[in-house]
């Protein structure tokens, strides 16, 4: 388009540039037209002279208003195309690309990918090996311990999974502290038979870890208990003290085995080949 190669010359410009261009062109027809308004404003007192020199005002914003407008009717035009064009070499430049994507997904499946599988048979074949192993040296345990169950002081062969795949047990502990206890004591009863009838009465105690409030620092109260003693009432008060408690427990709990080996399923890399593991008796 003429207009094109005056403005940007032998240069092939993008939609970008052309915008930029269109938008300057409808700056320039939008300022000529308000000048050409305004040439003709007070023509009433006008003399002469005055009047000749704003006709030449207005025919000469009028013409630069027409050029102005053509620039942006045929820059609209360029715009458009430019547009079209540039979302054509984008579909064309997609579909290369989804044709590269192509070629190469096949050329992975048909020549990488046999390479690898080859790969994996070989190292397949060698887990298997080793999981027949193992399976081997357990077999062997079982019938040792199987043997020796009878025997005195026999200690059992642990299997391979036990022996290596399984986690260290967490064994039972207590966490201790010095803490502020409100500690009722109060006289116990003897069991209600006649073998410890007459057994002598041994003090008993229960301890609480007293609230100590966060206003004064000091420990909140609690309310003394109504004990019954052979039948009597006994109001038991408890007194303040420093006592060790345990303030954390852990129970015992056997380590876990790792997933067993046997669960293991190795198939063929290539069609009608033969299983890896498990394999066949």
Not at 78 to 101: G, M, Q, T, V
Not at 139 to 164: I, L, Q, S
Request: aromatic share 6%; charged share 30%; net charge neutral.
């Amino acid at each position: 388009m003429k207009i094109l190669n005056h403005i940007f010359g032998k240069k092939t410009p993008t939609s970008t540039a052309i915008a930029a261009e269109l938008e300057k062109a409808r700056a320039e027809h939008a300022d000529a037209t308000v000048k050409r308004g305004a040439a003709l404003a007070g023509l009433s007192t006008m003399s002469d002279g005055e009047h000749i020199k704003a006709e030449a005002e207005y025919q000469a914003q009028r013409r630069a208003a027409d050029r102005a407008e053509a620039r942006v009717a045929d820059l609209e035009k360029a715009y458009a195309e430019a547009l079209a064009a540039e979302a054509d070499a984008e579909k064309r430049a997609e579909a290369e690309r989804f044709r590269a994507r192509v070629e190469a997904a096949r050329n992975a499946v048909e020549v990488d990918a046999a390479t690898l599988l080859r790969s994996y048979d070989e190292h397949a074949a060698a887990i298997a090996d080793v999981l027949t192993r193992l399976d081997a040296m357990n077999a062997e345990a079982n019938a040792v311990n199987e043997a020796g169950r009878h025997t005195v002081g026999f200690e059992p062969v642990r299997n391979t999974d036990a022996a290596h795949r399984k986690h260290p047990d967490r064994l039972p502990s207590e966490q201790r502290e010095k803490r502020l206890c409100w500690v009722f004591k109060y006289p116990a009863s003897p069991p209600d038979t006649e073998r410890v009838k007459y057994q002598a009465e041994a003090a008993r105690e229960a301890v609480v870890e007293a609230t100590i409030s966060p206003d004064t620092g000091k420990a909140i109260p609690v309310a003394s208990e109504r004990y019954n003693y052979y039948g009597r009432e006994l109001i038991i008060r408890p007194t303040l003290e420093t006592r060790e408690i345990v303030i954390e427990r852990t129970n015992f709990r056997p380590g876990c085995i790792e997933n067993p080996l046997s669960a293991i399923h190795l198939p063929p890399g290539f069609a009608f080949g033969k299983s890896h593991w498990p394999r066949n008796q």
